[in-house]
Structure formats: C-alpha cells, structure tokens
C-alpha cells in the first residue's frame, strides 16, 4: 500500500487520484488559515518554486479540527491562500485529519508515521515527506518550518531522479 492507493477532493470539488501524483516528491500537509502556523503558506509556497520543476508537489488538506482555525468554505480557503500567500500548489477540500471521520490518507499517513507522543495529529501544519514510490519517509511537527525541510526535499528528489 502506498499514497497511490487513496483519492481525495480538490478544493474545486473535483475528485483526484492520489496515483496521478506517481513518481514525484510529496509533501502533504494539514492547512488552516487561522492558525498561528498560517504564514508557513509563505514556506511552503517557496518550497514548491524551488522544487517543482525537478517533480515535487506540495499537497494541502485544510481541517477544521483544531480550535475552528479553519471555518470557511472550499472558495474562501482558496482565495485566502491566494491573495495571502500566493499559493499555487494544489488545494485539496476540507478533511477530518483524526478520529472516527478522519480521511482515510490520514489515517494511513499516521499509521506510517506515528507522532512523537501520540499516532494521530496534534495539530495544524503537520507534514509528511513521500518518496517517488509513494511511501511515507517521515514526518514533521507542526513548529518545523517548511524551509528546514527542503535539504530532506532535494535529497530524495536527488537520490530518486
């Protein structure tokens, strides 16, 4: 099993196969746009200009679990992270990132890659690094900037190509 197993709905409604992302360098990421990590967008952002053009993506998933610090709706995320951050990398819909309703991707993700005092997620901004096979390679806490993780990024993008 691997990322390529799951689907997921695009900001737009649209679904997206997980498998149309086979062979890149992943980033997934839990998203809010009120959250105090927020202006990690701006990281992220620049992780994916850097990184794109040799077959990486960042993938945000926006979650209202964690203190309502992600209230709107699809469109409202989407230009949010637009004009507030000029956010180009795909915008996945809303998801559950823990308990009973959690997305499936999630559960997998965490299951792969459990967090330091607990398997589920603690909180916005968690991140995982997938390889070009689809596979969880680790995870990062909310607080690691998206700029400490882009020697990991060109590493697997590196070793892989």
Same mark, same amino acid.
């Given at each position: ?70 209230? &709107? ?6 230009? @949010?992270?637009?004009?507030?951050? *000029? ?5 996945? /819909?809303? !998801? ?23 398997? &589920? ?6 991140? @995982?690094?997938?390889?070009?096979? *689809? ?5 990062? /806490?909310? !607080? ?18």
């Amino acid at each position: 099993m691997s990322v390529y197993d799951f689907s997921a709905k695009t900001n737009r409604g649209e679904l997206k196969p997980l498998a149309d992302y086979r062979g890149k360098v992943l980033l997934i990421v839990n998203t809010a746009s009120r959250c105090g990590f927020t202006p990690q967008y701006q990281g992220l952002q620049k992780l994916y200009d850097e990184f794109h053009a040799s077959g990486f993506e960042v993938l945000a998933f926006p979650c209202n679990q964690f203190h309502n610090q992600e209230p &709107g709706s699809d469109e409202e995320i989407r230009d @949010f992270c637009q004009v507030n951050y *000029g956010v180009t990398f795909p915008l996945f /819909a809303k !998801v559950d990132v823990k308990g009973p309703n959690a997305h499936p991707l999630f559960v997998y993700l965490t299951k792969q890659a459990p967090g330091l005092l607990t398997d &589920g997620i603690k909180w916005n901004f968690t991140k @995982f690094l997938i390889d070009r096979n *689809g596979s969880v390679v680790r995870r990062y /806490a909310p !607080v690691t900037r998206p700029e400490r993780i882009a020697a990991d990024i060109k590493r697997l993008i590196q070793e892989e190509a």
